[in-house]
């Protein structure tokens, strides 16, 4: 796909979800931290069941040291690999207090260093709490900028790379939910709703079909 085309298709976006937002519920950086550490391999539905109740408890770190693992365990049991994620948790507050005085590091070497945290739970902090232009690829991210063509990659963080270059500074900040909102509700996995798409004319995927 040639430049112009993913800019029309950005300002696209753009005009119709200016200030798109995460689906992912939370009232602080810590708590958006522990949700997308709790959304690995998990929907964004099941995880906000959980952490509806789990955010009347906690509010910051120390919160869930004081609640301790058993208990965390029985509120996201519900939220798949929930044994290595409480554990990942508890650990990452540890950090937290002891090195960076309960407050969520802004830098992707820090986050990268909290068990648990990857390098697309890293961008997503960064992007959302942060405002840096970084970019996160998720599945839908992955699925959508191959299916498009907008770029193509074998893996996630080929496809970051190569966004990284292509995506004018501007667009940078809202690219992962206007991607990842269009993947869930637009361009699915497996019945892609082509009929209704906004960016359909540009799209390369109908020269495949």
């Given at each position: 796909?040639n430049?112009n ?16 937002l995460?689906?992912l ?8 931290l522990?949700?997308?550490?709790l959304?690995a391999?998990a ?11 789990l ?6 770190p120390?919160?869930i040291?004081l ?8 509120y996201?049991k519900?939220?798949?690999l929930?044994?290595i994620k409480?554990s ?34 890293a961008?997503v ?7 840096k ?6 599945t ?6 191959n299916?498009?063509?907008?770029v193509?990659?074998s893996?996630?963080?080929?496809i ?8 004018p ?9 206007w ?6 509700y ?6 892609p709703k082509c ?6 004319m540009y799209?390369?995927y109908?020269?495949?079909k």
């Amino acid at each position: 796909m040639n430049n112009n085309k993913r800019i029309k298709i950005l300002k696209i976006f753009q005009l119709n979800n200016k200030f798109p937002l995460t689906e992912l519920y939370f009232n602080s950086n810590f708590q958006l931290l522990i949700s997308v550490m709790l959304s690995a391999q998990a929907t964004d539905k099941n995880v906000n069941k959980v952490t509806k109740k789990l955010y009347n408890y906690i509010k910051e770190p120390k919160d869930i040291l004081l609640m301790g693992i058993n208990t965390l365990r029985t509120y996201i049991k519900s939220v798949g690999l929930y044994n290595i994620k409480s554990s990942n948790i508890i650990k990452t507050c540890h950090i937290l207090i002891n090195k960076h005085h309960g407050k969520i590091p802004n830098s992707r070497k820090q986050l990268e260093m909290l068990p648990g945290v990857g390098r697309k739970t890293a961008n997503v902090i960064l992007n959302t709490i942060f405002k840096k232009k970084t970019i996160a690829v998720d599945t839908h991210v992955f699925r959508v900028c191959n299916r498009t063509k907008f770029v193509i990659g074998s893996n996630v963080k080929e496809i970051e790379y190569k966004l990284i270059k292509v995506v004018p500074d501007n667009f940078k900040l809202n690219f992962h939910n206007w991607f990842l909102l269009h993947g869930r509700y637009i361009c699915q996995a497996k019945w892609p709703k082509c009929n209704i798409c906004n960016i359909n004319m540009y799209c390369e995927y109908h020269k495949k079909k």
